[in-house]
């Protein structure tokens, strides 16, 4: 079967000839114009369309931003804030990057619907470190928008005013979980905090109820609200709604970013069809769907079990191929859509040598707060770089994966699963390779396989 | 389920044992209740939770309800309700108690997750317990043997860090052995209110250090050192010195001010090496002064008082009894007794004044507080002498109407307890005009002027009791055998009250203490060996009018000043 179109919403202008960033082509290309109208409405009634939209957050989580924003404590009589994660850090992906690039404006009108929707007169973008160009693209792109009353005090005459601050990472992965994003931004360490109590719902940035949403979720809110919900709702697949943006990076033939219909697709057309297939002469062998922190699919794995198709449960029995790529076929298949990053690997990769270079960046990144992430994710890349540049033994395998089951689901954030679920799912699904590693290197490098460095 | 007896108690299920906890309570505390021990680091019990070394995860639940009508689930084989226990872990030490919360700490479960943390928590830590001073009292080691896997997997390079930093004048810091847990991090910040520590680097790799350009040098930095579980912070001062287990306890009391923090001496074969603060969380929690803890080295000091001198001279102690005796007896006394001394050596203090007729003072030591565990006033047991009724006022600084009667000469003979007249504000004159017996610890000018000199003993070679600045009465004990030469306090003024030929009372506690219940009616009821060891609050409303000089701190709140009257 074919893959389906390419379905740009968010993507729409990027790579268009002829647009730029500035405020003037955004306009001329029918921009705030969704603002205008969005604030002559009730800010119920925009909450109300995010929450029928059934968008789910982009950020990697998947959570539901409808539902995130009814959790906000609205009583507490506290400012609430917005946060802009756009922290993007996840290795694979660079969706976010394109949007603060290309088309920062469609970013601050979701940023203005959605803070006007939450009644939210202060919000942050805190954007990571080693994006400089970003962080001075947005900050023009405020100036603009402020300067035409988009944003800033009173808001096209409506006596509703926000203002929005760009802040700049310095360069750390954990300041994309979003309790250590509002630590980082409160100027303190960014060691997330605990949950209970601080859920940023209701103890967020300076203990005041904080929403924080992804770059792409946002942008998603001007479109929701510019279709309506229900018609956004009718875009993707049920529970699976709207558009995902996936960037396609590794072993194909057209790596790069792809905007299609959530659900609508599957693996192999994105891979195969759409990406242009394994280089010349080489087979697929493996590929992380959802961001390098999402559990690896081995080609060549059948994934059986029932699922629900509308009011009824079917058997399922698919490849790595016919996932579709949504939030809930990744889950049900034991690993996850995660931030849309999908990093491939092909038959000359060495999977111990490729978790070797996963575990480097996990170690490097995990904040040092709790115990079996700081200690765990550093003896991890001790023993895959052992592996690799000293004497591996038969045995790592297993003691790898022993040392990353004492790490998820016991750490204070979500690092202790995105440092485990790789070494996890590597040796669960390679373990042979992993057993083979002693022998394997000591034959010679199969050609084209870069030396390790 | 066992049904709250108060309202504001709830009924969690801890390894099958109902109990009811005060609501607010977490799961550590409430096992604690139980007899069950969550093993944990970096919570404390006065600090904030910060949830970081995950050593304290247990499995929770709650019992299970019908999701359309709410009944209870029943199950069928046990005929109890259903518990819905969570899939993931949960720490105690961040999780509340509610109604109905099963926790359960001996799961093949929470086994693992202790051994990993176990694991985690060694792999880069030096191991070096035979040369660390922690080693007896370490968290890491007990916890180890107690909830780890006894072996190690870890082949790798262990990671290298600064080994011994100066983190200011009293502490030093081994990074290796640091677990990260941030204790005195929020030691600092949250007690101390002297924010200078902070982790730098990421990872594994991160480091404890203080802030650039500043010390760790607050007079509550030895704080850090007793609550770190580890061996990362230690005493500058005691490093090295001795091993804990072949240390003896002692339960002292902090003389540096009326605060009287609750401390421990640690001892052997009577040598003090260190002082460390003991709980009471009416008083000072679990912290104790730097300064307090220096105290200890008064014992061995310059100066220390160890021959009994008779006009400079050595002599026996009944000679130089019968000497004071003889120039007390021509009358023309006055006894500066001391807001150091017990309260048993008051009350003899004031036996003695009273036979001999003589007006007694006491010395003031008004100073600044702290706010914290030092009070404004420097003399741990001014109320002591109010309750025994060795003064009836609050001292000054100054001894002036005694430098009148002397310079009338009405006051010919002087009996000091340890305090310097000169210090007091007595001229030189003055001190030349009266003849001076004088018991102390160290010497210091009135002592090198006194007639007779009888050296007595420190806080930490004798026994009694101080009431603190809340009307606390609390005991300390002897931890160290008195200096040769020196005689005890309660002896030297028994023996002075004898040879003055007043009623004399046997010089030990049990026997003074009979007196004292006899002659003082608020603590009739007490003996030395009933007084509890974090103390007992008196009747203070006898003396609430008085001045106190003590401004607020830790657990005390001054009386607040009488309204002026409207007029």
Same mark, same amino acid.
């Given at each position: 079967m074919a893959a389906p179109e390419q379905f740009r919403l968010i993507f729409r202008h990027i790579d268009e000839p002829g647009y730029s960033n500035d405020l003037a082509c955004y306009v001329r290309n029918g921009g705030?114009?969704?603002?205008?109208?969005?604030?002559?409405?009730?800010?119920?009634? $925009?909450?109300?369309?995010?929450?029928?939209?059934? $968008?789910?957050?982009?950020?990697?989580?998947?959570?539901?931003?409808?539902?995130?924003? %009814?959790?906000?404590?609205?009583?507490?009589?506290?400012?609430?804030? $917005?946060?802009? +994660?756009?922290?993007?850090?996840?290795?694979? %992906?660079?969706?976010?990057?394109?949007?603060?690039?290309?088309?920062?404006?469609?970013?601050?009108?979701?940023?203005?619907? %959605?803070c006007f929707a +939450?009644?939210?007169?202060?919000?942050?973008?805190?954007?990571?470190?080693?994006?400089?160009?970003?962080?001075?693209?947005?900050?023009?792109?405020?100036?603009?928008?402020?300067?035409?009353?988009?944003?800033?005090?009173?808001i096209l005459g409506t006596g509703y005013g926000c203002e929005i601050y760009v802040h700049r990472g310095a360069g750390a992965y954990i300041c994309g979980e979003e309790t250590g994003l509002i630590e980082s931004l409160e100027g303190k360490r960014p060691y997330p905090r605990i949950k209970p109590p601080y859920f940023p719902a209701v103890l967020g940035l300076y203990q005041c109820p904080t929403i924080v949403n992804n770059v792409e979720t946002l942008c998603h809110v001007k479109h929701i609200v510019e279709r309506g919900g229900d018609a956004y709702s009718k875009i993707g697949t049920p529970n699976n709604t709207g558009t995902r943006i996936f960037c396609v990076s590794g072993h194909v033939q057209r790596p790069g970013y792809y905007e299609f219909e959530v659900g609508k697709l599957t693996m192999g057309q994105l891979l195969n069809d759409v990406c242009g297939g394994p280089l010349a002469g080489r087979k697929f062998k493996a590929v992380i769907p959802g961001g390098s922190s999402a559990k690896v699919l081995k080609f060549g794995e059948r994934y059986k079990g029932k699922r629900k198709v509308g009011a009824e449960m079917v058997d399922y029995d698919w490849g790595v191929e016919d996932i579709p790529m949504d939030f809930d076929s990744m889950a049900m298949i034991g690993s996850m859509g995660g931030s849309g990053g999908v990093i491939v690997m092909d038959d000359s990769v060495n999977m111990v040598e490729a978790l070797a270079n996963i575990n480097a960046f996990y170690s490097h990144e995990s904040c040092g707060q709790c115990t079996p992430c700081r200690e765990g994710s550093l003896w991890m890349k001790k023993i895959t770089s052992r592996m690799v540049h000293g004497d591996a033994r038969a045995e790592d395998g297993a003691l790898l994966k022993s040392v990353a089951d004492q790490i998820a689901g016991r750490t204070i954030c979500a690092f202790g699963e995105a440092c485990a679920w790789p070494t996890q799912s590597f040796v669960t699904k390679f373990g042979d390779e992993f057993k083979a590693y002693p022998q394997a290197k000591k034959q010679p490098r199969p050609d084209g396989v870069p030396d390790l460095i | 389920m066992i049904q709250p007896a108060s309202p504001d108690l709830i009924s969690v299920n801890i390894d099958g044992k109902e109990i009811a906890v005060p609501k607010g309570t977490n799961v550590i505390e409430a096992a604690h209740r139980v007899g069950t021990d969550v093993p944990h680091y970096c919570y404390h019990p006065k600090l904030s939770v910060v949830g970081n070394c995950r050593m304290c995860l247990v499995e929770t639940g709650m019992p299970a309800l019908d999701p359309a009508t709410k009944a209870p689930i029943m199950d069928p084989v046990t005929g109890k309700q259903r518990i819905n226990w969570s899939p993931r872990p949960a720490i105690g030490c961040a999780t509340s108690v509610m109604p109905g919360l099963h926790v359960r700490t001996t799961t093949p479960m929470v086994k693992d997750c202790r051994e990993g943390v176990m694991e985690f928590l060694l792999i880069n830590h030096p191991l070096d317990c035979p040369i660390c001073d922690q080693a007896g009292e370490c968290k890491l080691q007990e916890q180890a043997a107690g909830y780890g896997r006894g072996y190690s997997r870890f082949i790798e390079q262990k990671n290298v860090k600064p080994k011994r930093t100066?983190?200011?004048?009293?502490?030093?810091?081994?990074?290796?052995?640091?677990?990260?847990?941030?204790?005195?991090?929020?030691?600092?910040?949250?007690?101390?209110?002297? @924010?200078?520590?902070? #982790?730098? @680097?990421?990872g594994s790799y991160s480091t404890l250090t203080c802030f650039p350009g500043r010390k760790l040098e607050n007079n509550y930095s030895l704080n850090t050192v007793d609550i770190c579980p580890v061996g990362a912070l230690t005493s500058t001062d005691f490093r090295f010195k001795m091993r804990v287990w072949f240390l003896k306890q002692t339960n002292s009391i902090d003389t540096?001010?009326? !605060?009287?923090?609750?401390?421990?001496?640690?001892?052997?074969?009577?040598?003090?090496?260190? !002082?460390?603060?003991?709980?009471? @969380?009416?008083?000072?929690?679990?912290?104790?002064?730097?300064?307090g803890r220096a105290l200890f080295k008064e014992i061995r000091s310059e100066g220390r008082l160890d021959t009994v001198r008779v006009n400079g001279a050595q002599s026996?102690?009944? #000679?130089?009894?019968?000497?004071?005796?003889?120039?007390?007896?021509?009358?023309?006394?006055?006894?500066?007794? =001391?807001?150091?001394?017990?309260?048993?050596?008051?009350?003899?203090?004031?036996?003695?004044?009273?036979?001999?007729?003589?007006?007694?003072?006491?010395?003031?030591?008004?100073?600044?507080?702290?706010?914290?565990?030092?009070?404004?006033?420097?003399?741990?047991?001014?109320?002591?002498?109010?309750?025994?009724?060795?003064?009836?006022?609050?001292? *000054?600084?100054?001894?002036?109407?005694?430098?009148?009667?002397?310079? =009338?000469?009405?006051?010919?003979?002087?009996? =000091?307890?340890?305090?310097?007249?000169?210090?007091?504000?007595? *001229?030189?004159?003055?001190?030349?005009?009266?003849?001076?017996?004088?018991?102390?610890? &160290?010497?210091?000018?009135?002592?090198?002027?006194?007639?007779? !000199?009888?050296?007595?003993?420190?806080?930490?070679?004798?026994?009694?009791? #101080?009431?603190?600045?809340?009307?606390?009465?609390?005991?300390?004990?002897?931890?160290?055998?008195?200096?040769?030469?020196?005689?005890?306090?309660?002896?030297?003024l028994a023996a002075l009250l004898s040879a003055v030929g007043a009623p004399s009372v046997a010089p030990d506690l049990a026997s003074v203490w009979a007196s004292i219940a006899r002659d003082v009616p608020s603590l009739a009821t007490m003996a030395y060996d009933n007084i509890p060891d974090t103390g007992l609050l008196l009747d203070s409303?006898?003396?609430?009018?008085?001045?106190?000089?003590?401004?607020? =701190?830790? &657990? #005390?709140?001054?009386?607040?000043?009488?309204?002026?009257?409207?007029?």
């Open positions: 705030y114009e969704v603002l205008k109208k969005a604030v002559l409405r009730k800010p119920e009634e $925009l909450i109300d369309e995010v929450k029928k939209s059934g $968008l789910r957050g982009r950020g990697g989580a998947g959570f539901s931003c409808g539902f995130k924003w %009814t959790l906000v404590d609205r009583k507490s009589g506290k400012p609430i804030y $917005l946060v802009v +994660n756009a922290d993007e850090s996840e290795p694979g %992906t660079f969706k976010d990057r394109y949007i603060v690039h290309r088309d920062p404006h469609q970013l601050i009108e979701g940023i203005m619907i %959605t +939450n009644k939210v007169e202060r919000a942050y973008i805190y954007i990571r470190g080693e994006f400089p160009e970003g962080a001075r693209i947005l900050e023009k792109a405020i100036a603009e928008a402020r300067a035409a009353n988009f944003a800033g005090p009173n | 100066q983190l200011g004048p009293r502490v030093t810091l081994d990074d290796e052995r640091c677990i990260l847990c941030s204790r005195c991090i929020r030691f600092c910040k949250e007690v101390a209110k002297d @924010d200078v520590l902070g #982790f730098i @680097d990421r540096e001010s009326s !605060v009287g923090a609750n401390t421990v001496v640690w001892s052997r074969e009577g040598t003090v090496y260190r !002082v460390t603060p003991r709980q009471n @969380d009416a008083v000072n929690d679990t912290w104790m002064s730097d300064s026996p102690i009944e #000679f130089a009894a019968g000497t004071a005796a003889g120039l007390l007896a021509k009358g023309g006394v006055a006894v500066v007794g =001391s807001g150091r001394s017990s309260v048993e050596e008051q009350y003899l203090t004031g036996r003695l004044a009273k036979a001999l007729g003589a007006g007694a003072w006491l010395v003031s030591r008004a100073g600044q507080g702290d706010g914290l565990l030092i009070s404004a006033d420097g003399n741990p047991n001014v109320r002591g002498a109010l309750v025994t009724g060795l003064v009836s006022a609050l001292p *000054s600084a100054r001894l002036d109407e005694l430098a009148a009667r002397i310079d =009338s000469g009405s006051v010919r003979t002087v009996v =000091s307890i340890g305090e310097d007249l000169l210090a007091a504000g007595l *001229s030189q004159a003055q001190l030349a005009k009266v003849a001076v017996v004088y018991l102390g610890t &160290h010497t210091n000018p009135t002592a090198s002027a006194a007639k007779v !000199v009888i050296p007595t003993l420190t806080v930490f070679e004798k026994s009694g009791t #101080f009431v603190n600045q809340q009307f606390r009465i609390q005991k300390f004990a002897k931890a160290v055998p008195g200096v040769a030469g020196a005689a005890d306090d309660l002896a030297a409303t006898p003396w609430s009018g008085l001045p106190f000089a003590e401004g607020a =701190s830790l &657990h #005390f709140k001054p009386a607040p000043k009488e309204a002026p009257a409207r007029g």
